[in-house]
């Protein structure tokens, strides 16, 4: 096998692995973001049965609705978290696509990109660990939410 092509192949094997990792990142985000919207969805329809009442409510259902509507607050924010982490996660994938485009061209054509590959290596890169920061952020937060579920009513 001739040198050139093994060079290329490793040049562009960085942003190949890297564009896998986040489309295992994102497939978990997004199973993640599916079971926060379902929680919500289950948490708004146990709140209209409650504020939907024939008589008057129990003082535990009242702090029932009351610990509901801070859980769906706080499911809000996770949800925002998670939509940024799937975006800057997807943002990671662009510029690792246009790493190995740059790479192949400067292969294939002899121009100098290595720069501006090196430079979009980079941002993907920064784009992976901002995503990671929301996800943290999300994790966090979904502890919270645990909590205020473990220390409301009938508990």
Known sequence: M?????DFI??????????????LLILGMNNKYSLIINR?????????????????LLPHQ????????????LFHLRVFFVRNTVVLYSVAVAFFILTSI??????????NFELVA?????????????????????VLRGYRIVNLEL???NK
């Open 40 to 56: 919500i969805r289950l948490l708004d329809e146990e709140l209209r049965r409650l504020s939907y009442p024939e008589k008057e």
């Open 102 to 111: 740059l790479i192949g061209v400067q292969m294939g054509t002899g121009l």
């Open 10 to 23: 490793q040049a562009m094997l960085a942003p190949g692995i890297m564009i896998s990792a986040c489309g």
């Open 118 to 138: 090196v430079i979009s290596f980079l941002l993907g890169m920064i784009s992976v660990l901002a995503g990671i920061i929301f996800a943290v952020k999300e």
């Open 151 to 153: 220390s409301g009513p």
């Open 2 to 6: 001739d040198i050139q092509v093994v």
């Open 62 to 73: 009242k702090e029932r609705m009351v610990n509901i509507n801070e859980q769906l607050g």
